[in-house]
């Protein structure tokens, strides 16, 4: 069982950056793949980023690439999502998802544990 609970949205202007963070609660978090993925008011949840348990491998949607980086520290059971270069587009409630197995994945379904939320809005 894991528990995320996430935290660094809010308002910002386009261009600029935050930074979401996830804390983990539990002793397996470095067994875990994890990924942030986004919905944005009307529209179906989508992925962002995904990182391996080990931190080795990354994915990141085409939308994001080369803008926002997703991180871990697997000694604090923590994993991080840097978003610069904001966009209104990017404007969406973030989600940090845990998936069993150590391998990043794109596919919400494969996901079993999952955060509240925290909105992101970027304004124009």
């Known amino acids: 069982q894991v528990q995320l609970v996430e935290s660094g949205g809010g308002l910002v202007q386009a261009g600029g950056s935050l930074r979401l963070s996830c804390a983990a609660s539990?002793?397996?978090?470095?067994?875990?793949?994890m990924g942030w993925f986004r919905q944005a008011p009307g529209k179906e949840r989508d992925f962002v980023a995904t990182?391996?348990?080990?931190?080795?491998?990354?994915y990141y949607a085409d939308s994001v690439k080369g803008r926002f980086t997703i991180s871990r520290d697997n000694a604090k059971n923590t994993v991080s999502l840097q978003m610069n270069s904001l966009k209104p587009e990017d404007t969406a409630v973030y989600y940090c998802?845990?998936?069993?197995?150590?391998?990043?994945?794109?596919?919400?379904?494969?996901?079993?544990?999952w955060g509240q939320g925290t909105q992101v809005t970027v304004s124009s």
């Open positions: 998802a845990a998936r069993n197995g150590g391998i990043a994945t794109m596919a919400t379904y494969e996901y079993k544990y």
């Open positions: 539990g002793r397996t978090f470095s067994s875990y793949a």
């Open positions: 990182i391996s348990a080990s931190g080795g491998s990354t």
